[in-house]
Each structure stands twice: as C-alpha cells, then as structure tokens.
C-alpha cells in the first residue's frame, strides 16, 4: 500500500521522516502542504491537526514522528531502526527526547527569528497562535533571536562529543533512529542563512552528517493532494482492538474528543475509536472525507471529551 507523506520542504520533523523512507529504502508519494494556516487539504484530513509532517497509509492517517517511527518499524523491520542491543531502542528515544526539545526549540526560536523578515506575517502569526501567545511584529522576533543564541551553541556542541571517540554514528558503527531523529536539528540550522559558521569548527559533527545524508530520502514521487483524499475515501481504516482497557479520563469508544498536543492549543476533532497505554485513534467524518482514522502517540498528547 503506498505511503504518502504530507509535509513541506524546510520542515525539520518531514526531513526525519524523508531519512526515515531512505533508511529503509522505500518508495513514497509526497504531497507538498502549506507552512501555516490555512491548511485547507490537510487539515481534514486530521480532524483539524495541523502539525507537519504526517503520514498517510490508506484512510489511517499517522501524527507525530515518534508514531510514524514506531509505524514503519512495523510494517518494514528490516533494516530495524534499532540495531544492536535491546536497550538501543531505549537510547534511541531518549537521545531524540533531548534533540527534539532541548536541542531544538533554541535552534528553531534563533533561526525563525534571525529570518523573520524572510518569512511571511502570516508566519509568525501561525505559530503564535499555535503556542498560545500573542501576535507579536516582525521586528520583535528578530530582536528576541540574540536571545537563543548562547542556549543555541551550546546544544549544538555537545553534538562533536559524540564523536570523540571515533563512532561513525550515534550509537555505534551503524546507523540508527537516534541519527535520524538528531540529524533534523543541525539540517535545519542550514537550511536558512544565519551568518553563523560554529558548525564549521565541529569536524566530527560535518562528517557524520554527510554519513547521514547520504542515506537519502528513498523513492519520491509527487501526489497531488486531492489525490491523497481519494486514496482515504476509496480505502476502509485499519482494524484496531484495544478490548478490555479503562480509559483513564472516563471516556467509552464512539465518544465525540479531541485530541490535543499537550504544548499547543490547536485540536483535532473526532470520534473515539481505539485508545490504550500507547496510542489514540479517532474516527474523521467530514466534507472532504468519510471515513479517516487518524492516530497520535498517546505520550505527549491529551484526550478530551469534545464540549459541545
């Protein structure tokens, strides 16, 4: 079944999931979608997530990196994302913890702000929104960069120490998720122009990332988004049974929610279908499309009964 990916080019989070399709020597079809809002392909298809990327397998739609990791993995284990010992899938996770936090938001807040006269209004209005805060004007954000850029350096460094010992890769000889999901934050850092070289004084980090790179992004062909809503009204959702769990927030199967990344205040709306420990699946009947699930990671996201 084809794998169809909703993203952009300059996002970071796509740019893991491309490795992703190369690590694995996939083929994949791309539907190119809009930076901000509005979203008009996209977010009916997610119940109004608006989040990039996603992955799109039929009429199950896969949101969040971390569950599109854990989706391929499934269906096409081999190469594993995580070779080596059995705790590497461990450390795999945590180092994408650290990368796709810590590591991250002072590279995005620095790089979006140093650029924030390249970038639209509508832009920077988007994600303000998105995190709950105000519109602030252009001006201000390229102001407020400076202050990322000690928070910036020094995240970014610890990268060479990782090296330090001759490793080709992160947790070893061979590559793993953990360079995947460490690989976006630097890749993102050069795709804009900053003026800032640092990453030149890193040897050890330039030559693993071209040992990265050089995975590429597997087979791309390009899909037109309408195309991509047919493919989920021609095709019936996966079967999921998660018989037997008590739903935490007292909620039953069938049940209007939402489903809401705990940093954000942007919601996706459905029907409950399958929940437990792990994941959260809703069922999303709209004008566009009859019958989508879609999934998010239950780590990281709060389920809620929808108010009417």
Known sequence: MNLILHHYDFSNFSEKVRLMFGYKDLAWDSVEIPSHLPKPDYTPLTGGYRRTPSLQIGADVYCDTRLIAEVLE???PDPTFFPGPKHNRVLARAIADWAESRLLWPVALYVSGINAA???DAFHSDRAVLHGKPIPDVDRVKASATKY??????ELAAIEDLFIDGAAYVLGEVPSLADLALFHVPWFFEAFDTGQTFLDEMPLTRQWMARVRAIGHGARAELDASAAIER?????????????YVIPEGLSIGDAVTVTPMDEVSPAHGLLAAVDDNRIAITVSNERVSNVRVHFPRSGYKLSRARH
């Not at 850029?149 to 020094?154: K, T, V």
């Not at 989920?232 to 037997?244: K, L, S």
């Open 232 to 244: 989920a009204n021609a095709m019936d959702p996966v079967d999921i049974r998660t018989a037997g």
């Open 74 to 76: 499934e269906r096409y």
């Open 118 to 120: 390249r970038l639209p």
């Open 149 to 154: 850029l000690g928070q910036m350096r020094s």
